[in-house]
């Protein structure tokens, strides 16, 4: 296996996905297909079908898109170890929903498992976000602090710290709308309302907390055998016990994902190899650090010239 010290993989969460997502892969890569076809098994419905085809509404509900998502990213990884020599990175993170995605590539959970609790979390976090209503918004241009102090005047939360200048606020929407309209005085360049079914990463979510803490006993964890950066604290998760609690914990708590990537940055991270729909990531990435190196594996002919290059060497 190639050992790449300077590489890390990242994963994309809710809100990257697209009607399509995917059917290239499973049509071109074997190793895809038998991803697709066991998740769709394991959940009991065609949620490939779902991916490839829509509808979009359905697709995006929190139940069936963050099952998607994974199942997506695991079906791009298994093609990489198939067609190898892998690379073997020295962290993975993934973002919110993408942090399960790196229990698999981490070898925390198998493939099925992780996907299986990937649709735990999204019913829980539908049910959550069912019992006490909420959504979620982007700040775009204005200063952590300055966000800070517009979710405080409002009664909302930072719920993500994406990158430099890009927040994601989280909480009840009418406290959402006197939120906008205090960014947009304050000098934001853009406000865009995410969709969302609840207010993610906040207290909001405390009822799929304690559902999730009921629900991962059942699944047999290993230990990580790949440093996992984590959200909640944008440090390394190198057992069991630091990985279950994480799961819980980032449910309410925010998304540290600019002192994620600078942690792995500081440990001289030099590629940053995006796997899964979208480029959302690799533009974060960008933003924090311009000089990193950025690499997005989303579809097939991505994940071909990947292989061809001999595993973005």
């Known amino acids: 296996m190639a050992h790449s010290p300077r590489v890390a993989f990242v994963f994309p969460g809710q809100g990257s996905q697209y009607v399509g997502m995917g059917r290239d892969i499973y049509e071109r890569f074997k190793a895809a297909r038998a991803v697709f076809d066991r998740a769709d098994t394991a959940l009991g419905f065609a949620l490939s079908r779902l991916s490839f085809e829509g509808p979009e509404d359905e697709l995006r509900l929190t139940v069936n898109v963050q099952p998607a998502i994974v199942t997506l990213s695991l079906a791009i990884l298994a093609v990489m170890h198939e067609c190898g020599p892998p690379l073997v990175p020295a962290f993975v993170a993934g973002h919110s929903l993408g942090e399960y995605?790196?229990?698999?590539?981490?070898?925390?959970?198998?493939?099925?498992?992780?996907?299986?609790?990937?649709?735990?979390?999204?019913?829980?976090?539908?049910?959550?976000?069912i019992k006490k209503t909420g959504s979620m918004m982007a700040i775009i241009g204005l200063a952590d602090e300055v966000v800070a102090?517009?979710?405080?005047?409002?009664?909302?939360y930072v719920?993500?710290?994406?990158?430099?200048?890009?927040l994601v606020i989280s909480g009840e929407s009418r406290r959402l709308?006197?939120?906008?309209?205090?960014?947009?005085?304050?000098?934001?360049?853009?406000?865009v309302p995410l969709q969302v079914s609840g207010a993610f990463h906040t207290l909001f979510m405390q009822p799929a907390a304690v559902g999730l803490a009921g629900v991962?006993?059942?699944?047999?964890?290993?230990?990580?055998?790949?440093?996992?950066?984590?959200?909640?604290?944008?440090?390394p998760l190198v057992s069991v016990a630091d990985v279950k609690d994480e799961l819980?914990?980032?449910?309410?708590?925010?998304?540290?994902?600019?002192?994620?990537?600078?942690?792995?940055?500081?440990?001289?991270?030099?590629?940053?190899?995006?796997?899964?729909?979208?480029?959302?990531?690799?533009?974060?990435i960008k933003r924090i650090k311009r000089e990193a190196r950025t690499m997005n594996?989303?579809?097939?002919?991505?994940l071909a010239d990947f292989i061809e290059r001999g595993g973005g060497q």
């Open 101 to 129: 995605t790196s229990l698999a590539a981490a070898g925390v959970l198998s493939p099925v498992d992780t996907i299986r609790l990937a649709r735990e979390r999204g019913k829980l976090m539908y049910q959550a976000g």
């Open 149 to 156: 102090q517009i979710a405080g005047e409002a009664g909302v």
């Open 159 to 166: 719920a993500n710290y994406n990158c430099p200048g890009q």
């Open 177 to 191: 709308a006197k939120a906008m309209g205090l960014a947009t005085a304050r000098g934001a360049l853009k406000v």
């Open 216 to 235: 991962i006993d059942a699944f047999p964890f290993n230990a990580p055998q790949i440093p996992i950066i984590a959200n909640a604290s944008a440090m």
């Open 248 to 284: 819980i914990q980032q449910l309410c708590h925010p998304v540290q994902w600019q002192k994620s990537i600078e942690y792995m940055l500081e440990q001289r991270i030099e590629t940053f190899v995006e796997i899964g729909p979208g480029r959302v990531l690799s533009g974060l």
């Open 297 to 302: 594996i989303g579809d097939a002919q991505s």
